[in-house]
């Protein structure tokens, strides 16, 4: 009996301490996702405060019941229970989160960020820029098309419901079908969540290009070149195989929480955790990484061009001019989650991929880059991640055993959270894109079939 009673009793304590640690750590990660989500809805995406609560702050339960006020158009401060975080919004710079520099500190800096080049869109064809009017595709079926595109909006589940925002589909490079939800269009910025990992992966590119960095070479951190570390590659952090001990949980507290809450140099935070495997031997999907890819590109770049130059030599010469990304409070680009671009940015983005990094017959990505991107990580059992996008290729002697089962090996694309898609089909030359906030599923793989079994017969 004493054991019984013994062991009952560690129990308890097991759970009180369970629940203490929780009460602690889950107030101030709620208050911070409240305060940069609603904050990027409603200044970057152009959101009513009503539709975010109803939609993305439904993710956890009570996270909606978080206290919001807005502050001069320009911040907006979230409270639960005893917790309270803050998010400011700067012009051309989008949303970010305060968590070590204090408001002034952050808003004192001055990057030199880029101008759009003058240029009304709606009189250039697509793609570079919005007007589009081309001949019908022999052999397309426009109504399947449109049926697809409609079911995905479709709301059969008031229980799980889909809140699709937007979806396109791109063939050949042309769009053959588009559609927005009500308070939505093809200006809108949506918001791109993991997506963002593969407009990462292309700054990367750039600086591949122009010879400053090398994926063969050990990745450029200094505070690695005393210790194992040493041996990671640029191409492991971009195969999320670095081997660096990391926790990728959205709904527990860990890594991921603590670089995003609490951390103002996430790539930073990320450069610190220790070995935990030998590089490229284990696949763990990380946006530590892809932090830490996006401060080391930022020392490729240098302070003084870095703000600009992913618009000025990628996102706006393929015409991508409705196209954000957020940095975090120490000005590095938050390259794990924080895009944002219109349905039609994401779709061009996909393009530039489709036609080998070449765009107006520029080479903007370097030769060879995105067959790189979409290989397989040595360390992706099922071959489902490349560098920095998701594959499809399947388990080396088995490619049944795929990450999407139903859709061709060769479909590679951008994901991210709550269901945001760029899906490329290099054969077929189809683009499909879906945004929204859905935390129940989406059904990519049934709408891109029904495409697919509408384009021209192969």
């Not at 009996?1 to 009952?8: D, H, L, T």
């Not at 061009?348 to 880059?369: A, K, M, S, V, Y």
């Amino acid at each position: 009996m004493k054991i019984i009673r013994y062991f009952f009793y560690l129990i308890g304590i097991s759970l009180a301490a369970a629940i203490l640690y929780l009460a602690i750590t889950f107030p101030p990660i709620m208050a911070g996702m409240a305060a940069k989500t609603m904050c990027s809805c409603v200044f970057v995406m152009g959101r009513t405060p009503e539709s975010v609560v109803q939609k993305e702050l439904s993710v956890f339960p009570g996270l909606s019941k978080a206290g919001i006020e807005f502050k001069d158009s320009s911040a907006v401060t979230a409270r639960v229970l005893w917790s309270v975080s803050k998010a400011i919004y700067r012009k051309g710079q989008g949303c970010t989160l305060l968590a070590e520099r204090s408001e002034p500190e952050v808003r004192q800096q001055s990057p030199a960020l880029p101008t759009l080049p003058p240029l009304n869109a709606d009189t250039v064809a697509w793609p570079n820029g919005d007007l589009v009017s081309t001949p019908p595709v022999a052999g397309l079926n426009y109504d399947a098309v449109q049926a697809a595109l409609r079911l995905a909006f479709e709301e059969t589940n008031p229980e799980q419901p889909k809140n699709t925002h937007a979806v396109l589909a791109i063939y050949d490079g042309q769009i053959i079908g588009e559609q927005y939800a009500s308070g939505f269009d093809k200006h809108t910025l949506f918001m791109g969540w993991s997506m963002t990992k593969s407009l990462n992966n292309a700054m990367v590119a750039l600086m591949v290009k122009e010879g400053k960095l090398n994926p063969d070479a050990p990745a450029p951190v200094a505070a690695w070149q005393n210790d194992e570390r040493k041996n990671i590659t640029l191409s492991d952090l971009l195969h999320g195989s670095s081997g660096l001990a990391w926790n990728e949980s959205y709904f527990l507290p860990g890594d991921f929480h603590n670089m995003f809450m609490h951390s103002d140099d996430k790539g930073g935070f990320a450069a610190s955790k220790e070995l935990e495997y030998p590089p490229n031997t284990f696949f763990e999907y990380s946006s530590g990484t892809a932090n830490l890819l996006s401060k080391i590109t930022r020392e490729a770049v240098g302070d003084e061009n870095y703000p600009r130059f992913a618009y000025e030599k990628l996102f706006h010469k393929i015409g991508m001019r409705h196209t954000l990304i957020e940095p975090d409070a120490s000005g590095t680009l938050v390259g794990s989650s924080y895009g944002y671009a219109s349905a039609r940015d994401w779709g061009r983005f996909g393009l530039l991929f489709l036609q080998d990094g070449i765009w107006n017959g520029e080479r903007i990505l370097p030769e060879g880059w995105v067959k790189y991107s979409s290989t397989p990580a040595p360390a992706a059992p099922i071959g489902q991640y490349g560098a920095q996008f998701w594959l499809n290729a399947g388990a080396p002697n088995d490619p049944n055993h795929c990450y999407h089962p139903g859709l061709p090996n060769e479909e590679y694309g951008a994901e991210g959270f709550e269901d945001q898609y760029v899906f490329i089909f290099p054969s077929r030359k189809l683009i499909v894109v879906r945004l929204g906030v859905s935390h129940h599923g989406f059904d990519m793989v049934g709408l891109c079939n029904q495409i697919l079994d509408a384009l021209p017969k192969p």
